[in-house]
């Protein structure tokens, strides 16, 4: 993991296409600006993993011959 000090209005580039900027900083509270392509998503980490979950049930063994079966009919 890179960790970065960086100040109010202060930003840095990733991939020479993703800047991140911070935005306003009050108490324990960062607030951050993302400026990506439209076609990068950006999620917040907790919204990520609950996509993955979904994923994942949505690919289980079960879920895949309850498909099957819709298509036998």
Not at 3 to 26: M, P, S, Y
Not at 29 to 46: L, N
Not at 62 to 71: P, R, S, T
Request: proline share 3%; glycine share 6%; charged share 30%.
């Amino acid at each position: 993991m890179l960790a970065l000090t960086r100040r109010k209005g202060e930003a840095l580039i990733i991939n020479n296409n993703i800047e991140i900027t911070v935005l306003d900083i009050k108490g324990d509270q960062v607030k951050i600006g993302i400026q990506a392509p439209r076609e990068i998503p950006v999620y917040r980490k907790e919204v990520y993993l609950q996509i993955q979950d979904v994923n994942k049930e949505a690919t289980s063994a079960g879920a895949v011959d309850e498909l099957k079966n819709l298509f036998k009919k």
